[in-house]
């Protein structure tokens, strides 16, 4: 209660009553399992709130209101609590949102793994036209807005104690400035998605689905960091399929797809490199081609099961 | 998927894009973490759906949306989740409430207790004034809608393996149509709390203190079926601590009181017996009074803790 400070919270009544400033909205909901709670380059809460964040902003959608609820395992010292709360809190400021509502339960110990979040998030669609996979039109250029696979190889080294000698940071950022920063451009944005569990390969994969069109990826036009390219050989990992936290697609016609490269660059530390890299195809499969270095095509497919380790 | 069918989830984007009829909403969340799953007069997933459906209600609100998000640990039967979502998905076609975004994350053997389940709800606020702890005034008379403290004592009896005489059923229930009537009959509805979590002691002491009055509450005159007062007195409860899911207390003008009482009978079953149990009291300790039948007073108080067990 004292880190989340709202009006509506301090009423402390069985809901938040607020206004929106209009009816349409974007509403939508995770759940964070990660184990460990503090990793490189985030920890639970700063996962939980980005996550929610981006999941609106990718519906166009600026996020308004919050709730939370917390999962607790018996034991779970109260001052880990304290600053993963307060990672919540900080980020929900950065990112101009209300926690408004939420929940406690404590389960007993080895009922849980010490925290499990859920957060709910209501956000006002901004973006003039439909944001959505029923928007993305053949010849749709496709890109991402940096290097993938940080924040699952980070995740994952970390829990297994492997030692590299570059160490990798999670991506775990929020993408509200960038999209925002799109729509203000007048960037025509057909669809985003954000690259969580499945990585790139289960985005592109669901969206090509939902579309109903192919789309043509190039291997080589994927930015990855040599550091993460080394870890997933050595942990047998396809990069593609890597969870990453704070990278998403972008699909946007030919000729705004430019533009969205330069604004999506300014928003890059250095060597995240944003590219396209690749573009929707008219055809009817809906199947995602990558083509490596030497012109061999091959289907990218989604991921499932054992590929999706408890990263988010 | 193929259970909560509406148009916003079946587009599977990142999140639900909706319309709102105005602009004034409650926006709630619970997570549930009941043990067992399934239990007499109910389940998980109606529990789920009606605590959240409930905490709207208890807002003055209409609920219009919901998003659910599944913790699901690793060896639940499918038919035991299929089960349960079909529940959620009839509970919440009888409430007119649409669920149109979710999640689901799976964690391993051990680190769950079968099946978590948090819910958030978005209602449309269609109470005419403010109903909260903050319109509530002295005079206001106190009304429970009818016998406390079957659900907590149906679930715990249930895992204990205890057999009584007279099986006890949870009163998990939705209380939208009765707020509604309410509402619809220009009730003057001040404040509104569902007795879950600490029951009837829990609900009064909590609106006592954000309320800033005491309450006077006559012992005699609280509703309670005499299964589970043998069941408390076996257990060692008091059953003002015990939860209920179907129960709530409503603040009213005395000249709106009678009306309302009535209203509440008629969505009674027979014996749940919805009654007048005390008054709101101009004194500003913000105490919890109650009195017995020979009239002495004592403090009622919040239970805290070990009273508490994991029955939502």
Do not use: W
Request: proline share 5%.
């Amino acid at each position: 209660m004292p880190h989340f400070q709202s009006d509506p919270l301090d009423e402390r009544h069985d809901g938040a009553k607020i206004s929106l400033p209009s009816s349409k909205i974007a509403f939508s909901t995770d759940s964070f399992v990660i184990n460990p709670l503090f990793f490189p380059g985030g920890d639970i809460g700063k996962l939980a709130i980005c996550g929610v964040v981006n999941d609106l902003a990718m519906c166009g959608a600026l996020p308004t209101y919050l709730s939370v609820a917390f999962i607790i395992e018996e034991g779970l010292p109260i001052e880990t609590l304290g600053k993963i709360v307060s990672s919540m809190a900080a980020t929900a400021r950065e990112n101009h949102v209300q926690i408004v509502t939420g929940d406690t339960k404590v389960v007993e110990k080895g009922k849980g793994d010490g925290l499990y979040i859920s957060v709910a998030g209501i956000g006002q669609i901004v973006s003039k036209s439909d944001v959505g996979p029923k928007s993305i039109n053949p010849g749709d250029v496709i890109i991402v807005n940096g290097d993938i696979g940080r924040h699952g190889i980070s995740v994952l080294a970390f829990r297994e104690g492997m030692d590299f000698e570059t160490s990798i940071e999670s991506d775990c950022a929020s993408l509200l400035e960038q999209v925002k920063c799109l729509l203000e451009n007048n960037i025509e944005v057909h669809c985003m998605r954000d690259l969580t569990r499945g990585g790139l390969a289960a985005a592109l994969g669901e969206l090509s689905q939902q579309s109903g069109f192919n789309f043509e990826i190039s291997e080589e036009l994927i930015p990855i960091s040599e550091p993460v390219k080394s870890a997933c050989e050595i942990m047998g990992f396809d990069p593609v399929n890597v969870a990453c936290e704070g990278r998403f697609v972008c699909f946007v016609p030919e000729k705004d797809s430019s533009k969205a490269l330069e604004i999506m660059s300014t928003f890059s530390s250095t060597g995240f490199n944003p590219a396209k890299i690749g573009k929707v195809d008219s055809q009817t499969q809906k199947l995602v081609k990558i083509a490596n270095k030497i012109g061999t095509q091959r289907i990218m497919e989604i991921p499932y099961g054992e590929l999706l380790p408890r990263i988010c």
